[in-house]
């Protein structure tokens, strides 16, 4: 077989994995799009993005999809609060701090935080933090959305502080010497040269946060509280998007009623939060990229 045939069969192959995850994002969107739209034959636009309760498995229903995106936005805000900073100091100290023999022992043990079952921080979230925070908060409901908030924060600073490094360990040696050279110490040019250099790497580790905690779905699940309350406050239960399909999901509500759909445009509401952070982080990136 000639070089030019296997090139050609390793060009095709490639193709079809990148055609493939497309036409998979696709047909997902369809069965999405598909089904919801059965369930907004019944249930208006308005309505749906306006009303502030939902109990669609009440005797009179309510189908006012908001308790749950603030619920989702409400824990999703706590995690980014907790990861996003914990996660760009790790990674600037792993990038220009830390000896190579600490940073090959700290990110395999960083990674583990990512390997561990959602379940498993679920619980730890509901049987140990929150007996925690109630010690200092006595106002702390049993299910709340402080303490999944957190624990979701834990789980997601792997990706933020690996993708951040990665993008920090990418900046030429030049830049830095260059700064050096100049009399700044480590952390000035940390935090005015290597930072600002990376920053569209490290807005899209800040992307890939966000989009895993609005999807993060046993610990919320667990330890959130699974009532759909219109609330900003961490302190009471809530429900998230995920939360609430996981519910419906278990199998008893019968397919194909209104009450069943709702899984779906649930679900088609959660896929267009992460579309637009993405977009968002797209831009940013894009913006960033022509500024530097």
Known sequence: MSKKIKEGIIETSLFLCALSSVLI????????????????????????????????????PKFGILPLVTGTLLTTSIALIVALPLGLMVA????EYAPHRMREIIKPVLELLAAVP????????????????????PDLSGFNALSPGIIMGIMIIPYVSSVSEDSMKAVPMHIKE??????????????????????SGIAAAFIIGISRAIGETMVVAIAAGMMPNFSFNPLEPVQTLTAYIVQVSLGDVPHGTIEYKTIFAAGITLFMMTLVFNLIGFWLRKRIREVY
């Open 25 to 60: 994002t696709i047909s997902i969107v369809i069965v999405l799009a598909y089904e919801s739209y059965g369930f907004f034959k019944v249930v208006s636009f308005k309505e749906f993005l306006t009303e502030k309760e939902w109990t669609p498995l009440f005797f009179e």
């Open 92 to 95: 600037v100290y792993l990038s």
């Open 118 to 137: 959602t379940v498993v921080y679920g619980y730890f979230a509901l049987l140990f933090l929150t007996p925690v925070l109630q010690s200092f908060l």
């Open 178 to 199: 260059g700064s050096y050279a100049m009399g700044a110490t480590k952390l000035q040019t940390a935090l005015k040269v290597v930072i600002p250099a990376a920053f």
